[in-house]
């Protein structure tokens, strides 16, 4: 078993990964939600023991034990051996209100991991988006890496006879030069995408299968994607969950402005004389105020959950607001480009049809390069897009 354990792992980190088994795995092997697992652990056996009466005191011991004959244990009355029981009796519930406070407690440890899964599958998406647009880079640039070479051969022949054509081969070098830089940022791009997964998940990935697709927030009205917020954002339900559990704090501390009856009773043992049983109600005189003002701190308590769900639910509302525009803003930018791009492709076509009557070689080919150029600038447009939008599925609190 644990072979075929090891065989499966090793599949894993030597084949490509698709994003949704990506995520999958990477929930399960999450080292922080193992641990907020074990913390509920420790709640659920913490609401048991709350539930519980204080433990019972029983003490044991001599009374009168004489200086001069301490072993002697007939001279006076008062001397006696005893076993006394003491037990404390609530007269509230606030054992019960105590375990269900940990009960509400369990459920922001819930809500915690609902939003760390749904940072764990942003943070995976993000790697596939980063390592998926570095990959397109790596093809756009290969391909006209290669294709410069016809150029720069042609400009180093006429630069021999022509001063313009030495400063446009040495213009296109170190135009070269730095796409070949682009292309190492690229390759560091994978690798780190790479990383990242496996600092998410303890997943070794290959290669990425695929890529993330997109939802199209831009053609959703804002008020209905401001609604899923209120409705699934974890980051509120985080909020809501502290709420309830400062709530269940207040009537915690209302239970316990009620004092516990202690009772004990005692059995005394005497020799030569009769034995005696002794019985004793204690309760304590509440006259400090202090338990009212527990209540009060508690309700205070309140007051900051309240305020803190109202900022949350702002930030989360403001920060998707931005992010709509920002997406709406990008799509325009990247339709200008596809719309230059196609102005491009005309020009290039214009320049390759007056080749066969004496048109400039170098220019068709300089062409080529603003081509490029807006290939390179829309693909960057499309990673801006895709981040977007998986910024707005984390703030919309999906997985």
């Known amino acids: 078993m644990k072979t075929l354990s090891i065989l499966l792992l090793l599949s894993l980190s030597l084949t490509a990964q698709t994003v949704e088994q990506t995520i999958s795995y990477s929930i399960e092997h999450n080292y922080q939600l193992e641990i907020l697992e074990e913390e509920k652990a420790i709640v ?4 048991k023991i709350v539930s519980l009466w204080e433990d019972p005191i029983l003490s044991v011991g001599i009374n009168d034990i004489q200086a001069v004959r301490p072993l002697n244990r007939n001279e006076e009355a008062m001397q006696n051996q005893y076993a006394v029981y003491t ?21 922001v440890i819930e809500k915690k991991q609902e939003a760390l899964k749904v940072s764990i599958a942003s943070a995976v998406r993000q790697a596939f988006i980063e390592a998926n647009n570095a990959s397109t880079t790596l093809m756009i640039l290969d ?9 720069m051969a042609l400009l180093m022949s006429l630069s021999a006879v022509e001063k313009d054509s030495l400063d446009r081969y040495i213009k296109t070098e170190l135009l070269q030069k730095g796409y070949q830089l682009q292309r190492e940022n690229a390759l560091q791009r994978i690798a780190i995408a790479k990383e ?3 600092l998410i998940g303890n997943l070794k990935i290959a290669h990425f299968d695929g890529g993330v697709a997109l939802k199209h927030y831009e053609l959703n ?4 994607l401001l609604s899923k917020i209120d409705a699934q954002s974890p980051e509120l339900g985080i909020a809501i969950a502290l709420k309830e559990v400062a709530l269940k704090g207040v009537a915690l501390a209302k239970e316990r402005e009620q004092a516990d009856l202690k009772v004990t009773g005692g059995y005394y043992q005497r020799f030569d004389r009769n034995d005696y049983v002794s019985f004793a109600i204690s309760y304590p005189l509440y006259t400090r105020g202090k338990q009212e003002r527990q209540r009060v701190q508690a309700l205070k308590r309140v007051n900051i959950q309240e305020i803190t769900y109202k900022q949350t639910q702002v930030q989360l509302r403001q920060a998707l607001k931005i992010a709509y525009h920002e997406l709406k803003a990008l799509h325009q930018e990247l339709e200008l480009l596809k719309q230059s791009r196609e102005k491009i492709l005309k020009l290039i076509a214009n320049a ?11 220019r068709y080919y300089e062409l080529f390069s603003q081509k490029v150029n807006n ?7 499309a990673l801006a897009i895709r981040l977007t939008e998986n910024k707005m599925s984390q703030l919309l609190g999906e997985i």
């Open 221 to 224: 009205t804002l008020a209905s």
């Open 352 to 362: 390759k049809a007056e080749l066969s009557v004496g048109g400039s070689l170098v």
């Open 375 to 381: 290939r390179l600038e829309q693909n960057k447009k």
């Open 87 to 107: 037990q404390s009796i609530p007269l509230s519930n606030k054992f019960k209100v105590a375990s269900q406070v940990q009960e509400k407690q369990k459920g």
């Open 196 to 198: 990242q997964i496996e």
């Open 44 to 47: 659920d056996e913490e609401e």
């Open 143 to 151: 391909d006209y890496i290669e294709f410069l070479e016809t150029p």
